[in-house]
């Protein structure tokens, strides 16, 4: 069922990018939940998914680039790059697939951070 689980999870990637967050919902199921748990937040129903991404506060079109896709069966977890032109953020999100359709969400936003200088002999920066 990966396969299958992942087509299902890429086509709700490629709806968010289309910034038609009521589409994107369709890849939902209706008693669809999305947990946050670094803010403690559970949202509810594909409708409250699609209004609290159309209202969330954005410089621009939300672009999401989807880095890495990995799965058993009906759990699926993807890495994303998401930014609205001027935010740029990583959502690390656990998929649960019934069917057709996404029907469990929880999703963490690691917050970049500067690394301490004392093991700066042992790392590189991949950028550099």
């Known amino acids: 069922m990966s396969t299958s689980a992942q087509k299902v999870v890429r086509r709700f990637w490629q709806s968010m990018a289309t910034n038609d967050f009521s589409a994107a919902s369709l890849c939902l199921t209706e008693d669809f939940r999305l947990q946050w748990p670094q803010s403690d937040e559970m949202i509810e129903g594909r409708e409250n998914f699609a209004a609290l991404n159309a209202a969330y506060p954005a410089n621009g079109l939300w672009t999401f680039d989807l880095r890495r896709i990995v799965g058993e069966g009906s759990q699926i977890v993807t890495e994303v790059g998401v930014s609205d032109g001027v935010v ?37 920066h991949p950028t550099d």
């Open 88 to 124: 740029r953020a990583t959502a690390l999100t656990f998929h649960t697939v019934r069917g057709d359709l996404i029907a469990l969400q929880r999703e963490f936003w690691p917050d970049p951070f500067e690394a301490p200088t004392w093991r700066s002999a042992w790392v590189r």
